[in-house]
């Protein structure tokens, strides 16, 4: 029997692990942090996640949909905020269609016992990985609390530990290695919006909370216990950023002034601000994602930033893409793993600007009249010809189409709803059948 070591327990390592050992490997992870089921999470960073189609696949891979939709909250839509505190819906695909959030220490703590449990991983807490010898495919550790040292050695590692990857790091100082590191010029801090005292929501449950202000944004998402964990995302610097709201109006009087509706069913406003750390924004972009018979994956490949619900998504579908290549090759690793990073490198790469993309979308463009009229109109071409256009967001969200591929779509549809957009009488005509055919012509050109 194979052994494969997995560094990193978070929710790629584990369903790796987990889907490793259901295919007959002997496995070991590898955790730096404590085992996070045994202590309570409070809100505070990354905690609620986005679970859609892509993610689910690797649910099913594993044989925990059921379990893992016990702690899943499905939003059909978004819900727009304006400044004035009225509000408009917007379905995100068709009426069955939705996202799931979760916790992700609650889903963690599902993978890590489907891997424990059902699969006979074997797990280490505390252990932070110093370095890997790829020749030799050995992993050498320390104890986070003993200073205690260890050498693992396997025939296959994974380096699932995240954007700062220690695995990855490791590989920098291999020859020829592309790595590339941006930090955008946002930020973002959570706020945990509590339940009523009856324990009911103060926010539609079923559906993810929007308010967008042009350059930031908040947004809200529903928890199991009647809470929402919140987050403003904004710039560090400038007219409207952090530092400006901080230092000329203060959290309470912007909040009032600029997401009044939120203000005011939001309790100790100001404290429950304050209890959380202000959180970085970053990009990571290398190549290869292989060496020898280590390869990284998740994270520790191609972290993004948050706007599209895709970061966790994108690392499932890492592990699920993986196992179609195991299938397809057996136990022959030198090609699974090259075929393995050429395909998803431009997978890693288009999500990264998809991520971005969606960001513009969501803090600018969801309240601007001709964005909802293109969504109008892509919803009713979509509806009548499934076969010919799906919007980019169904195929990002709901589809198995690679990212390379919906982002080059995505391209193409952009610029023939900018010509819809501009066509006489166009809010008045946009259920035509005029219009309708103008984009059946060009689709396929």
């Known amino acids: 029997m194979k052994a494969a070591l997995v560094i990193g327990g978070g929710l790629v390592g584990s369903m790796l692990a987990a889907n490793l050992s259901r295919r007959g490997y002997e496995v070991k992870v590898f955790e730096r942090r404590r085992d996070l089921r045994s202590v309570e999470l409070a809100a505070g960073k990354s905690i609620n996640l986005a679970l859609s189609t892509r993610g689910w696949k690797g649910m099913d891979m594993l044989g925990i949909r059921e379990d893992v939709e016990s702690i899943a909250i499905p939003m059909y839509g978004r819900i727009i905020h304006d400044v ?62 003993t200073g205690e040292k260890r050498v693992e050695s396997a025939d296959l590692i994974f380096g699932t530990d995240g954007a700062f990857s220690n695995v990855r790091a ?21 706020l945990l919006l509590p339940a009523n005292a009856d324990g009911s929501f103060r926010l539609d449950k079923n559906a993810l909370h929007i308010w967008p202000r042009g350059e930031f944004m ?28 901080e230092k000329e109006k203060g959290v ?58 895709q970061g966790m998504n994108s690392g499932f579908e890492d592990c699920t893409v993986l196992d179609r290549l195991m299938e397809k090759h057996g136990q022959n690793w030198d090609a699974i793993l090259e075929e393995f990073q ?73 610029a023939i709803m900018e010509d819809v957009l501009e066509m006489d009488e166009i809010a ?11 984009i059946l012509s060009r689709i396929g050109q």
């Open 252 to 309: 309470d009087q912007f909040f009032k002034e600029v997401f009044p509706d939120f203000h005011a069913i939001m309790p100790e406003l100001t404290a429950n601000y304050d209890e959380h750390p202000l959180s970085d924004l970053v990009i990571i972009r290398c190549y290869p994602w292989v060496q020898n018979k280590t390869a990284i994956l998740g994270d520790a490949s191609h972290a993004i930033v948050p706007f599209y619900g």
């Open 218 to 245: 908040l947004i809200a998402l529903p928890n199991l216990d009647g809470s929402f964990t919140c987050t403003l995302f904004m710039p560090y610097e400038g007219p409207n950023s952090f530092e400006a709201m």
């Open 342 to 414: 050429v395909e998803r490198k431009p997978d890693g790469d288009a999500i990264a600007e998809l991520a971005m993309r969606n960001y513009i979308e969501m803090r600018d463009l969801v309240a601007d009249p001709a964005f909802i009229l293109r969504k109008k109109i892509e919803g009713r071409i979509y509806e009548k010809h499934p076969d010919k256009w799906m919007p980019l967001y169904s195929q990002v969200t709901f589809s198995h189409i690679r990212y390379s591929e919906a982002l080059r779509v995505g391209k193409l549809q952009d």
């Open 170 to 190: 490791s590989m920098q100082k291999q020859r020829r290695f592309d790595y590339q590191q941006e930090y955008i010029p946002h930020g973002y801090r959570e």
């Open 84 to 145: 004035e505190g009225n509000t408009a819906f917007y379905s995100y695909g068709k009426a069955d269609e939705a996202i799931y959030s979760i916790s992700r220490g609650d889903l963690n703590g599902k993978l890590l016992d489907a891997a424990e449990h059902k699969y006979s991983v074997e797990t280490h807490f505390h252990w932070k990985c110093n370095k890997v010898d790829f020749e030799n495919s050995k992993a050498y550790f320390e104890h986070t609390q």
């Open 428 to 438: 008045q005509k946009w259920d035509s059948q005029e219009v309708e055919d103008y």
